[in-house]
């Protein structure tokens, strides 16, 4: 850690502000809600350090605004998108990083807490009815309860969720999250065991913080240090380090990083640490582990100049989304006033250009220039990508917006308590049903896009499947884009909830149920027509009976394989060869191929 930050921590007392700042708990009449500490650079917590009212103005107490019920379309209208809240309320007080497990269900951590809650849709996969379940707590590490805000998060190939890190931590002793913190500590959720393991840092390092993480098509684990050069890559099974990452321009603090198809990795600068500011991108290559220049946008798009409301640069940047045509969309965070633009990059013909500037028309009277100064976006199946904006720095009100396949930035609706939200608030999951998952530390919404219609070019596609399934079984299928074309959603820094792996899902014919099935040992890659394979064990509630299988990318599904039946008194002792799901759905199949009584 670098002396000057000690300095900060201790002299300054920024840890003493905040914890005079203790959480308001939340009451589900009146809905005071908690609190939200900002993500920031190092540098911008020295401003706040020394300036405390302007800390304590910034963590004023919020009210909540529930989402409003969808209403039907007129008669000949095209449905219009929305958000609704869930059936059943978030059972913790402030919700927030929600990561989609390979099983289908999706867990929330309750901000500067242990614990996380798991969401489990219903019998038809309908997640806005679903139910809420609690999971193991996050441990004691050396005798320090792990309860982070803003950390690095993924779920591995071998279906394990890993975090790492954490800006703030929670201390017991004020029960608030003390800042100051950038922790080293992490933990590994084993969903089959229910249980936590420590992680302990790569060897050195002193921070982790509020940082960045990728798994790389090799199925490696790669994590930075937000407040240096550094990264490592994890070795899952021995929890072990190894660095990487030399080269690095500028210190990995407020970038993100997203997935190419070739299977290196693609960061636009924030320039902490440079005591310069521009345009310069960079890439990580994944055989050499080294980075190098990948160009410069055609603007500006950190926020490392001028001086913010925290009267310093926030050294912010927005997210950046790979979508299916191969280009990724790079969102600026300038918050100086001034119209902010985004960037395209081309992954078949490497280089920038510019993309379309944000609208003004932010802040409370909705003439400010929109900015991503941390801030979230998703793809969604049509190839447009949501976005929620703010005003200027940690600024209310939060809009909403979808960008174009086209590059045409068209408003959306808001999400319930978007007049009391800043953008950093928001966190975006993309579910298996195409919807948008959110939190707000305040509760979780889900968002229905006007179009969900995808590209047939875009569907996973599986190759070979067994056509005769048994409950509690575990399988091998195989074929292409089984991990989708994008990373799904992103944030930036921290809170990463990637969604590039399949889900299989089993859809009884007769019943409509539906029923995920674990996927584990599954092949990362974001490139067009990928070859791959996953496991997949079914549950062992399964409906018996004819079935429908899907694969399921980042809410792409494959085309249904209407031959794949579990096993049940019904079937024929005839049934038992295994049926490509080519010829399945070539047609080519014989009655003899799949007979089964009553099918």
């Known amino acids: ?123 038809t996969g309908n997640y806005i009815n679903g139910t809420w379940s609690s999971i193991a707590s996050l441990p004691k590490i050396n005798n320090v309860q792990y309860a982070p805000l803003y950390f690095a998060s993924a779920v591995l190939p071998d279906g394990r969720l890993v975090m790492n890190g954490g800006e703030y931590n929670n ?6 999250c003390n800042s100051g913190t950038w922790t080293t500590l992490g933990a590994m959720y084993d969903p089959v065991a229910n249980t936590w393991t420590a992680v302990s840092p790569p060897s050195g390092w002193t921070t982790i913080g509020d940082a960045q993480s990728i798994v790389l098509t090799s199925g490696t684990y790669m994590l930075a240090n937000c407040c240096s050069k550094q990264s490592a890559l994890l070795d899952a099974t021995m929890l072990t380090w190894t660095l990487t990452g030399t080269g ?18 693609l960061t636009v600068n924030a320039y902490v640490g440079t005591g310069t500011c521009g345009t310069n991108t960079e890439i990580y290559s994944a055989s050499a582990g080294t980075w190098s220049s990948a160009g410069s946008t055609p603007s500006q798009l950190a926020d490392c100049t001028g001086t913010s409301e925290g009267g ?15 280009t990724i969309v790079a969102f600026g965070a300038l918050t100086t006033g001034v119209v902010v633009p985004t960037a395209i990059y081309n992954t078949s013909n490497p280089g920038w250009s510019a993309g379309p500037n944000l609208p003004s028309t932010c802040g409370a009277n909705g003439t400010t220039p929109c900015n991503l100064a941390d801030a979230p976006a998703a793809l969604l199946p049509n190839g447009n990508i949501l976005f929620a904006v703010s005003g200027g720095l940690f600024k209310t009100p939060t809009s909403y917006f979808e960008l174009s396949t086209t590059n045409v930035i068209t408003a959306t609706t808001a999400r319930g308590n978007a007049s009391s939200d800043s953008s950093y608030y928001i966190n ?67 809170d990463q909830s990637s969604t590039n792996f399949p889900l299989v899902k089993i859809v009884n014919n007769g019943t409509g149920h539906v029923f995920f099935a674990r996927t584990t040992n599954w092949t990362v890659s974001v490139a067009p027509g990928a070859a791959g394979s996953t496991n997949f064990k079914v549950p062992a509630s399964t409906d018996l009976g004819p079935s429908t299988l899907y694969v399921v990318a980042n809410g792409i599904p494959s085309a249904g394989l209407r031959s794949v039946f579990p096993i049940a ?31």
């Open 1 to 123: 850690m670098r002396r000057w930050l000690k300095g900060v921590l201790l002299a300054c007392g920024l840890t003493a502000i905040l914890a005079s700042s203790a959480p308001i708990p939340t009451d589900a009449q009146t809905r005071t809600l908690l609190p939200v500490p900002p993500r920031l650079s190092l540098p911008h917590a020295q401003y706040y350090a020394n300036h405390p009212a302007e800390w304590r103005q910034l963590m004023q107490p919020r009210t909540f605004v529930p989402a409003d019920m969808p209403t039907a379309p007129l008669a000949g209208q095209p449905p219009a998108a929305n958000w609704q809240s869930l059936t059943n309320l978030y059972p913790g007080t402030s919700p927030s990083a929600p990561m989609l497990l390979t099983d289908g269900t999706v867990l929330v951590h309750d901000q500067c807490s242990p614990n996380w809650y798991k969401l489990t849709p219903d019998n």
């Open 171 to 176: 201390d017991p002793s004020t029960n608030s």
């Open 248 to 265: 690095k321009f500028d210190e990995n603090d407020e970038e993100g990083w997203t997935l190419l198809p070739n299977g290196n990795v």
């Open 312 to 326: 310093h640069p926030s050294y912010e940047m927005g997210p950046q989304v790979l979508r299916p045509d191969g």
């Open 428 to 494: 975006f999951l993309v579910l298996p049903t195409g919807q948008v998952l959110s939190t707000d530390f305040t509760d979780v919404e889900i968002y229905t896009p006007a179009n969900q219609n995808y590209q047939s070019t875009w569907q996973p596609v599986v190759n070979s499947v067994p056509n005769r399934l048994a409950p509690g079984g575990t399988y091998t299928l195989s074929g292409t884009q089984l991990s989708g074309l994008s990373q799904g959603a992103s944030y930036g820094d921290d």
């Open 569 to 599: 008194s019904r079937w024929s002792p005839a049934m038992t060869s295994m049926t490509t799901a080519t010829a399945i759905l070539s047609g080519t199949t014989t009655r003899a191929d799949r007979q089964c009584c009553g099918c």
